[in-house]
């Protein structure tokens, strides 16, 4: 029986990629999309020409209220989908960005951030712990950001500085299920993360590319072997853990 893995924001980007690693290596996914429909069912037939199976789910992680009926659709397409199984793993991905310098972070751009890359990454993991077999593992998206600092992203990274912390936590809270949790934080990658600026801006670009020990900015597969290595059973030894997968960058 293969894997199965929920990756929320999995219509594009790091979530994208990482369903389509997965699925090369065995695994099934139901992935989450916020409002883009078609490019979540793109993502579907791509796992389906690898030989694998995907369900997309539409879900909003800055919704606490709705987590309840999120749940609910989730089990029934386990049970109709998936044969009643549970999930393995658990991909929590799915976010935005705010560029802002500091002094002109609004409390409505704060609030956002806080839904989206905290609040909602807690209380969906916490309503999804039932659906999650003991054994699984999880892995919580953070960013460099949280390491290196670069003007703008103040209120980004303090999130994913909580996000951090809360990891290390689950894994000592969820160890008795023999549930793994780790960290994954992304260098620069070249996706529409931002407005693409990454990817489009070819200043930015080279800079990324000078300031990182492999000479490049990063690419989407690259996250998501990543996730494929952290969910592997070549890691069942590993939970607690940061690892960042940035090429070297800032060194």
């Known amino acids: 029986m293969s894997n199965l893995a929920l990756i929320t924001g999995g219509s594009r980007g790091l979530g ?3 369903a389509l690693a997965l ?5 099934d996914s139901v992935i989450t999309y916020h409002s ?3 490019a979540a069912d793109e993502v579907v037939a791509e796992v389906a020409r690898r030989g694998r199976k995907a369900v997309a789910l539409q879900l909003d992680v800055a919704d606490t209220a709705g987590f309840a009926r ?7 397409t386990l049970n109709n989908e998936f044969d009643g199984r549970r999930l393995d793993a658990l991909l929590n991905n799915a976010g935005m960005g705010i560029h802002t ?8 751009q704060f609030d956002s951030l806080v839904n989206v890359h905290l609040k909602g990454v807690f209380f969906l993991t916490q309503s999804l712990l039932p659906l999650i077999e003991d054994g699984g593992r999880i892995i919580n998206v953070s960013s460099g950001l949280a390491r290196f600092s670069l003007p703008g992203y103040c209120a980004y990274a303090m999130m994913k500085g909580g996000i951090e912390v809360m990891t290390r936590y689950l894994a000592k809270e969820l160890g008795g299920r023999q549930i793994r949790v780790n960290t994954l934080a992304p260098g620069a990658i070249e996706t529409d993360f931002g407005g693409g600026a990454v990817r489009d ?7 990324i590319a000078s300031q990182t020990a492999l000479g490049r900015a990063g690419l989407p597969e690259d996250i998501g072997k ?3 290595m952290l969910l592997s059973d070549e890691a069942s030894w590993v939970t607690g853990q940061r690892l960042e997968a940035s090429g070297g960058m800032f060194l």
């Open 16 to 18: 994208r990629s990482s």
């Open 23 to 27: 699925a090369e290596r065995g695994t």
């Open 36 to 38: 883009n429909r078609g």
């Open 70 to 76: 999120f749940v609910s659709e989730l089990q029934q």
């Open 101 to 108: 310098p500091f002094a002109e972070t609004t409390e409505a």
């Open 201 to 207: 801006n070819a200043e930015l670009n080279q800079f």
């Open 226 to 228: 990543a996730v494929a």
